[in-house]
């Protein structure tokens, strides 16, 4: 069983910066897509970045410039680096992480979650 756990959210004024981290349990976590998502109050959870094992990565339109996805096989860790926040970035953000068995199959682990509030 994959085990993820994130850290580093807090609260940060508009126009700051806070970076998140999330490390994963497992030997194999190394060739699982990673990814980061984030539900705010009343809404639908939604992706904001994905990093394959490859490197390949993908933004949510709204984050495009301002955040960027990276990763550490060796630790098994994925970042979010998030600059220029807005107030609109507020919400709760998971940390996934992603296995494609051989036939196609999704395996979704996810973490509890950390709060990130953007207000002055």
């Known amino acids: 069983q994959v085990q993820v756990e994130e850290s580093g959210g807090g609260l940060v004024q508009p126009g700051g910066s806070l970076r998140l981290s999330c490390v994963a349990s497992?030997?194999?976590?190394?060739?699982?897509?990673r990814g980061w998502y984030r539900q705010a109050p009343g809404k639908q959870r939604e992706l904001v970045a994905v990093i394959t094992p490859g490197g390949s990565i993908s933004y949510a339109d709204s984050v495009k410039g301002r955040f960027t996805i990276s990763r550490d096989n060796a630790k098994n860790t994925v970042y979010l680096q998030m600059n220029s926040l807005k107030t609109e970035d507020t919400a709760v953000y998971y940390c996934?992480?992603?296995?494609?068995?051989?036939?196609?199959?999704?395996?979704?682990?996810w973490g509890q979650g950390t709060q990130v509030t953007v207000s002055s």
């Open positions: 497992g030997s194999t976590v190394s060739i699982y897509n």
């Open positions: 996934n992480a992603q296995r494609t068995r051989w036939d196609g199959v999704k395996y979704d682990y």
